[in-house]
């Protein structure tokens, strides 16, 4: 089993952090104004959205990937919660990733702790994306559809699964 690390691209680490600071102290000024007495009706309503916004972090925090596993049968894209498998015989074809940015979101995170979720682009069309560096991305077409991912060493990761790809 071969291993390729993920990791965070400088702007999207930045971004993360800045935008996760934020968001710990904007839910602990909220804890303050709420958390005293007297309680009333609106207290709670403001403690339900702190609660939400802090299970939204722990959820886009939890599905970000940690890295690739490539075994003779399966690439397997490690979350912080659950994994992606996509079986090696099911790949049709595999290329780099230019142009990141042109993608749409069309469920998931753009930007906080990577490209997480489901995308739209006019050449790959809908798109499960899993990248943490837009400037590594790999594209993975499958005949259940398309797949991005990244790691630290693309071309490694495309060289190895290209090796045992079915030629159609």
């Known amino acids: 089993m071969k291993q390729f690390e993920v990791k965070l691209s400088p702007p999207l680490a930045g971004l993360t952090v800045v ?3 934020f968001l710990v102290f904007f839910m602990g000024f909220l804890l303050t104004l709420v958390g005293a007495p007297p309680y009333n009706p609106i207290n709670f309503m403001w403690m339900g959205i702190i609660a939400i916004l802090f299970f939204i972090l722990a959820r886009f925090a939890m599905l970000q990937p940690v890295s690739l596993e490539l075994s003779e049968d399966k ?19 595999v290329y780099r990733k230019k142009k990141m940015w042109l993608n749409i979101k069309v469920f998931g995170d753009a930007g906080w702790f990577g490209y997480i979720g489901l995308f739209w682009n006019k050449q790959e069309g809908l798109n499960h994306c899993y ?4 400037s590594k991305a ?6 259940k559809g398309y797949f991005v991912v990244s790691c630290e060493h693309p ?7 290209k090796k045992g790809m079915h030629v159609l």
Do not use: C, M, Q, S
Not at 131 to 134: D, P, R, S
Not at 138 to 143: E, F, S
Not at 155 to 161: A, R
């Open 19 to 21: 935008f996760t600071l």
């Open 131 to 134: 990248v943490k560096n837009l």
């Open 155 to 161: 071309g490694d990761l495309i060289d190895e699964l």
């Open 138 to 143: 790999v594209v993975i077409r499958t005949d």
């Open 75 to 93: 690439l397997t894209i490690v979350r912080l919660y659950g994994k992606v498998e996509i079986p090696r015989h099911k790949i049709i074809e």
